[in-house]
């Protein structure tokens, strides 16, 4: 079966400009997490989404950054304008039922630099 | 607080040692969920156990072994005869029951397994 699915991999753009990162959750499964990893905060969850309907965005760190789901095989993350300090793998995750006690599944990450 | 210590940050070991990785949890919850991920140097993150608050049964799995000790809030990971594919960054992670449906984690341990 296959796993979550993001890309892209890596992305390199430039202070300003708009990224998208794209997420397929793994099929049937009705929650979705967007996560970001940086050396200076560890792992954080940004935002969660359950049914495609976001549940708590508490994490997510501005308005420059948003997340959709507008159905159950498709999420972006998307930063506009960007900067550098967003430099970090996001992960984008999912789980089944309640996240509370199944298993988290992460996708490989999107590498992200902003130079 | 809920939180997650891995006061190990690094561990190098050589190959075919025993090593431990410690996890120590904070919560005031009854119910609630542990886990541990691995993080190889491709940086993908790869699930590897979740263990709920009410079995505090030891699990082996292959060369893996995890003791969960509530009396001590401890959940601690060891690797028998460790290998170098075993060089990686572990996270000990918690999800504190229905309260948040978040993954709150550690801050990694890098294992390096000398050949």
């Known amino acids: 079966d296959a796993g979550v699915i993001q890309s892209p991999r890596h992305e390199v753009t430039e202070m300003g400009q708009e990224v998208t990162l794209r997420c397929k959750p793994i099929s049937g499964h009705d929650y979705l997490f967007w996560y970001r990893q940086t050396m200076m905060r560890g792992l954080e969850l940004l935002i969660y989404f359950n049914n495609n309907v976001p549940i708590d965005d508490s994490g997510m760190p501005e308005d420059r950054f948003s997340a959709k789901m507008p159905n159950a095989s498709f999420s972006t993350l998307k930063i506009q304008p960007s900067e550098p300090r967003d430099s970090a793998v996001y992960f984008c995750?999912?789980?089944?039922?309640?996240?509370?006690?199944?298993?988290?599944?992460f996708g490989e990450g999107s590498w992200l630099t902003v130079v | 607080a809920q939180k997650v210590t891995q006061a190990q940050t690094e561990i190098s070991v050589v190959e075919k040692e025993d090593v431990t990785l410690d996890c120590v949890y904070e919560?005031?919850?009854?119910?609630?969920?542990l886990f541990w991920y691995k993080q190889p140097p491709s940086g993908e993150l790869v699930f590897l156990i979740r263990r709920n608050s009410f079995d505090e049964q030891n699990e082996i799995s292959g060369r893996y072994s995890w003791n969960f000790q509530k009396s001590t809030s401890s959940f601690n990971f060891t690797i028998t005869a460790s290998q170098v594919v075993d060089s990686a960054v572990y996270f000990c992670a918690s999800d504190y029951g229905g309260a948040t449906n978040k993954l709150i984690f550690g801050t990694g341990t890098l294992l390096a397994v000398q050949p």
């Open positions: 919560t005031r919850d009854t119910t609630y969920y």
């Open positions: 995750a999912s789980s089944s039922h309640r996240p509370s006690g199944n298993t988290i599944y």
